[in-house]
């Protein structure tokens, strides 16, 4: 190499000489002329140096800029520097930084959490210090017997519509804890003293139903327990509570679901005077004749379940009662507990008819003024009203064989009831006339 580089620079002196000798005034041949160009560019490099090259440069210039002269100078358009991903200084191969795990709002390459080892902050609020084995369970707040109320009360409110007592316990069973299942006897009963006596005939039923399901025995006895306690306050919303109280149980102890010495000995330690009259009724209740027999229907049976023989006599009892003793409000509970809204018609059939029959002016003016009460009260609706005298319209040619002066009491009564006013003019203008 340096053998080579040496003869290089002994053919260059060479050559410094011959042009040297040549005068400017000479003509110059082809050959010197190609030498004097060699010499006119740049020198070799000297011994042991090495040859170096800048890198070629890419040039920006702005709008105020003078324009390139030199043609080596490369202008490259302002979008694609701004979009470029090639380094500014010419360095680099135009990929993104760090394998575009980098930049601003990055938190690393995509998958790279996976191979990261578990970091433990120190300052993080839920760090632990002790290094224990963790175990995590399972747990169930306890609620408070009044959330407890909220949740299962419009489970009860739903069974007096569908009277289903299946989804009544299943839904209990999701509902409530062992420590909560005596509360299911105490809430439904005190429901219960809030509604008529089919939606407790319905409670009845539906204790029964849960007996060993989702209550037990013992459950049953500790919600009584709860009853009997809670009396005093009870008594205040419904002043007959001890009575409902004591059907309840002389019913449950009729179905089997507690025992009979629980009505004689209770497991409450004091009891409090209307505890004790619910009791001495329960006790009253069983020690009847055939009594247990006849606490199915310790709440009467409902409208809809009764046959229409039964309803007819009860209204007819009913109107013999008042007639006895002139009691308006007492036929209004009575007419109220029947529980037969779409059956008041009959009512009045027999009471128009009652009056008829009666041929007794003081009778006549008792049982208009009963009606007209019910009337006014909305017990009667002036639908069932109608439909009740017109009945009797039509039955007049049977009546009137049985009671001769039928159509003339049926004149008289229909104008005192027009004049209490609340018959309808259409039912004043149906009322028949004799026959000649």
Request: include cysteine; aromatic fraction near 6%; hydrophobic fraction near 35%.
């Amino acid at each position: 190499m340096d053998k080579v580089m040496l003869d290089r620079k002994m053919d260059v002196e060479a050559l410094h000489e011959d042009v040297d000798g040549v005068s400017e005034d000479e003509p110059v041949s082809e050959g010197a002329a190609a030498i004097k160009e060699e010499l006119m560019k740049k020198p070799a490099p000297a011994d042991g140096e090495r040859l170096k090259r800048k890198a070629k440069r890419l040039v920006k210039h702005n709008s105020g800029d003078r324009a390139p002269t030199n043609a080596m100078d490369f202008v490259v358009p302002h979008r694609r520097w701004k979009n470029s991903r090639r380094s500014r200084n010419g360095r680099g191969r135009g990929l993104p930084k760090k394998g575009g795990a980098g930049g601003k709002g990055v938190w690393g390459l995509p998958g790279s959490e996976i191979l990261e080892e578990d970091y433990e902050d120190h300052n993080d609020p839920n760090y632990d210090s002790d290094d224990k084995n963790i175990e995590l369970k399972e747990v169930i707040p306890d609620i408070t017997p009044e959330e407890y109320y909220k949740r299962v009360e419009p489970i009860f409110l739903e069974y007096y519509e569908h009277g289903d007592t299946l989804e009544v316990a299943q839904s209990l069973y999701e509902e409530t804890t062992d420590p909560l299942r005596p509360l299911i006897t105490s809430i439904a009963i005190e429901i219960a003293m809030d509604h008529k006596p089919s939606h407790r005939e319905m409670t009845s039923v539906l204790i029964s139903d849960l007996y060993w399901r989702v209550v037990s025995s013992r459950d049953i006895s500790l919600g009584f327990d709860m009853l009997l306690k809670n009396l005093p306050d009870l008594i205040l919303d419904t002043p007959e509570a001890p009575t409902i109280l004591g059907n309840f149980i002389a019913r449950a102890v009729a179905d089997d679901c507690i025992p009979p010495r629980y009505v004689t000995n209770p497991e409450v330690e004091e009891l409090n005077e209307h505890a004790i009259t619910a009791l001495k009724r329960a006790d009253t209740l069983l020690s009847m004749k055939k009594g247990w027999a006849h606490l199915d229907n310790v709440w009467g049976l409902g409208g809809p379940l009764r046959p229409v023989n039964i309803i007819t006599k009860q209204m007819t009892l009913l109107l013999q009662e008042y007639m006895s003793s002139r009691d308006i409000k007492e036929a209004h509970r009575c007419i109220l507990t029947l529980e037969v809204p779409h059956f008041h018609h009959e009512l009045v059939y027999e009471a128009v008819v009652m009056a008829l029959e009666s041929i007794n002016q003081s009778t006549e003016e008792a049982l208009c003024a009963l009606l007209k009460s019910l009337d006014d009260a909305c017990i009667v609706s002036p639908l069932m009203m109608e439909q009740g005298f017109q009945r009797v319209f039509d039955d007049m040619t049977d009546i009137v064989l049985d009671v001769p002066l039928a159509y003339i009491m049926l004149d008289r009564f229909i104008e005192r009831c027009s004049r209490a006013g609340f018959l309808s003019d259409k039912t004043i203008r149906n009322m028949p006339s004799r026959p000649l």
